[in-house]
């Protein structure tokens, strides 16, 4: 059992700039991450081994120095499965109580299950692709944007030959130009807003003054798509994947002002890859298992944890930072990830009140900026889920782990007609029991329910979130297990 001051959990951006600032501030600290290595999806590396190596963005080697502290400790290629002895009589299982002023976070790597004992938590996790269901989106080959990202990025390699992405994110022209630059033949970019729902007011261009890194970003990408000859096309949506055994072309139509397709509209274009990016969901999980409150926030991402002017939760000494907030990027997330680790040290008496207050001016005033900006690009680029949940079919997958149908969700519901939130779906259809916990399902089903019922996303709620959060190996639970590779 180990005990350090403060465990983060996740060491992208915010839990970087978290890590800096707490171990300059001689807290002793644990930051537990899923990859080899340090930086998220937004600083993610090839292997030691690729050659030549790409270094990362100067934004990410910066974070990456500050974050060499001493006194911060990492565990890599780990997963934290649970934060335990926070619910009294929920979670009784996690054997005797933490000591008191501490938390238990279990975690599960290569020395198989560890737990951590810290005085305080700061749950970074980040976030993932929102899955957005349409007939044939199980197909091999239809991927996330994300995914298609973290190929070019951590393995140097593309996973097909002819790319479609679309969806409703900027994301996606990030995505498309890191193609092109990697020599991939990217077809076409179809972006479900139209063109004039995207122009700035006021409000906005005085929000994008601040953000000239953002802007030039999204300028680049568009001139690599344009020198390539890409079409960028808006108010266009993926209506259907098709192929046998393997992705070979998707439907796509232009949307109506309600966001519907068109009739008349539909065309084909061949791929062997779509690439969805409609937006991110926060990783979310791990919180509401520990019993932090969470809020519906749709331009937000959805549920998002609720925090207070020191980004604190409902439960004491376990704060968030970056995406679980709202997803904003991987600026704000530095931003938060530093006032967050000053109100950690303002409560384990590290700083005094003064000195932390005087530290979080800067911070609280450039976070303030950031989210201006992002404000605005969340309200043009935030997905209309109840018009995308229009593309569903009774044959369409929402729950690939169970092979779970929209028609069987509304047959279930016809049958039942006192259902109405996620958990009692799925009781009954078992959708959202699966290896992935409902973060593939969750967000299709949960939208469906909505419009089956009548009911908002706030009383259908969520599925519950149970220890382990992720999965776990039965054997690492073994009364003595050696780690892998000992004799």
């Known amino acids: ?199 700035p007011g006021p409000a906005g261009l005085a929000a994008v003054a601040g953000a000239g890194g953002k802007l030039a970003e999204g300028v680049g990408a568009l001139r690599v798509l344009r020198r390539a000859g890409v079409p960028v096309r808006f108010g266009t949506v993926v209506r259907r994947a098709h192929g046998d055994p393997d992705l070979s072309t998707v439907t796509l139509a232009e949307v109506d002002p309600a966001g519907q397709p068109a009739p008349g509209t539909d065309r084909e274009v061949r791929c062997d890859v779509l690439a969805l990016g409609y937006g991110f969901v926060p990783s979310v999980e791990l919180a509401r298992q520990a019993g932090c409150a969470v809020t519906w926030d749709p331009p937000a991402g959805g549920w998002v944890v609720r925090h207070d002017e020191w980004l604190r939760t409902s439960v004491p000494r376990i704060a968030v930072a970056g995406e679980l907030t709202g997803v904003a990027g991987a600026e704000q997330a530095a931003v938060e990830g530093r006032l967050a680790a000053l109100g950690v040290l303002r409560d384990l008496g590290l700083l005094d009140e003064r000195r932390a207050a005087a530290l979080a001016r800067p911070v609280r005033r450039e976070l303030r900026r950031r989210r201006r900006f992002v404000t605005q690009v969340l309200d043009r680029f935030a997905p209309d889920r109840a018009a995308l949940g229009g593309l569903v079919t009774d044959d369409t997958v929402l729950c690939r782990c169970e092979e779970v149908r929209a028609g069987d969700v509304r047959r279930a519901l016809r049958a039942n007609p006192h259902l109405g939130t996620a958990n009692a779906v799925k009781l009954v259809t078992r959708a959202g029991m699966g290896l992935c916990q409902g973060r593939s399902c969750q967000p299709g089903l949960c939208q469906l329910i909505c419009a089956l019922t009548g009911r908002g996303p706030e009383e259908v709620g969520a599925f519950t979130a149970q220890a382990p959060v992720k999965p776990v190996p039965l054997r690492a639970f073994a009364v003595g297990e050696a780690p892998p590779g000992t004799d």
Do not use: C, N
Request: proline residues 10%.
């Open 1 to 199: 059992m180990s005990a350090p001051d403060v465990v983060v959990v996740g060491a992208g951006p915010a839990g970087l700039a978290a890590a800096a600032v707490l171990g300059r501030h001689g807290a002793a600290v644990t930051v537990v991450d899923e990859q080899e290595q340090p930086g998220g999806q937004i600083y993610r590396r090839p292997p030691a081994g690729f050659v030549p190596p790409k270094a990362p963005a100067a934004a990410g080697r910066a974070l990456l120095a500050e974050a060499a502290a001493p006194g911060v400790r990492w565990l890599a290629d780990t997963t934290v499965w649970g934060v335990l002895g926070t619910r009294a009589g929920l979670d009784g299982y996690a054997g005797q109580q933490p000591a008191p002023g501490r938390h238990r976070v279990a975690t599960h790597g290569p020395a198989g299950v560890r737990l951590l004992e810290p005085r305080a938590v700061l749950l970074t996790a980040g976030a993932y692709d929102l899955p957005v269901p349409f007939p044939g989106w199980t197909l091999p080959g239809v991927l996330t944007a994300g995914g298609v990202q973290a190929f070019v990025k951590a393995q140097g390699l593309l996973p097909g030959g002819r790319f479609v992405l679309a969806g409703g994110h900027p994301l996606l022209l990030v995505v498309a130009a890191q193609l092109v630059r990697a020599g991939a033949r990217v077809v076409e970019v179809a972006l479900v807003q139209r063109r004039r729902d995207l122009l």
